[in-house]
């Protein structure tokens, strides 16, 4: 019996620890956020050093094009090239963070592109990142154009 109840106590700790450990971190989720602020800040300069430094060297993204960039160097050329032929403003939002594991996050929000005759284009944007030693960086991006609905 003594056996059984501390098998119980064993298993409702592990449980704790892990859910405190996937828990929210107030500080983790700034960093998320700042990352992905400092990713748009990088775009709109198109600043390709300062880019890549915010992608894992595996990172790939999924434009709404359809177009699917494998790792860094292509991201990092897509991500230039789109923002110097794009001449309006771009606004990369986040909506929602939620850690998926520990030293795992999904990011989402709002990406709108308007351009210079005053167009906008509404889309979402997703991104995963990872914690690493140096900090929270981003392993993927997918940007969703939103279908309108079936009838």
């Known amino acids: 019996m003594r056996a059984h109840h ?3 106590s064993l298993l409702s700790a ?7 450990l996937s ?6 989720e ?7 602020r400092k990713y748009a800040e990088a775009r709109d300069n198109a600043d390709a050093k300062a880019t890549e430094a915010l992608f894992t060297p595996d990172a790939d993204q ?3 094009s ?9 991201l990092v050329k897509g991500a230039i090239s789109s923002s110097k032929k794009e001449t309006g403003k771009r606004l990369i939002g986040v909506d929602t963070v939620r850690f998926l594991a520990p030293g795992v996050a999904i990011a989402d929000g709002p990406y709108e592109t308007t351009g210079a005759n005053g167009s906008v284009r509404k889309m979402r944007t997703c991104f995963v990142l990872t914690k690493g030693k140096d900090g929270w960086k981003i392993a ?4 969703m154009l939103p279908a309108p609905p079936s009838h």
Request: no cysteine; net charge positive; hydrophobic share 55%.
């Open 6 to 8: 501390l098998t119980l």
């Open 14 to 20: 592990a449980v704790l620890f892990a859910a405190v």
């Open 23 to 28: 828990a929210q971190n107030p500080t983790d």
């Open 30 to 36: 700034a960093a998320v956020r700042d990352t992905i």
């Open 62 to 64: 999924l434009v709404s």
């Open 66 to 74: 359809g177009e699917w960039r494998q790792g860094r160097a292509a």
């Open 140 to 143: 993927a991006i997918r940007n």
